[in-house]
């Protein structure tokens, strides 16, 4: 069986690194592999969730008080860019929160 890598899998790699590796005396940046509109990100998850609400992109919409354009929340050149590609991470959400729930013992029995 193949197993997809997960985004928390990239994160803790990119964590070994920047531990064993020289200070950057700066930020480390990790980024998926692929760019995305917010808006198009945002009406995937909710599609994917059955979520019928419709998304509608405001260019002069803030983020957290900023403006911003098509280049301000992409990363630099120099991210590390990690391997899981947003659809795996996407099905692999969607597969854990369809997957029945392990039976726990009740409290006060054993």
Known sequence: MLVQPEAADDVAAALAIAAVGAPVNGAVELAGPEQFRFDELTRRVLGANGDPRVVTADGHARYFGAQLDDRSLIPSDDAQIAPTRFEDWLSQTRAKQTK??????EAGSG
Do not use: C, D, I, W
């Open 100 to 105: 029945p729930q392990e039976a726990r013992p």
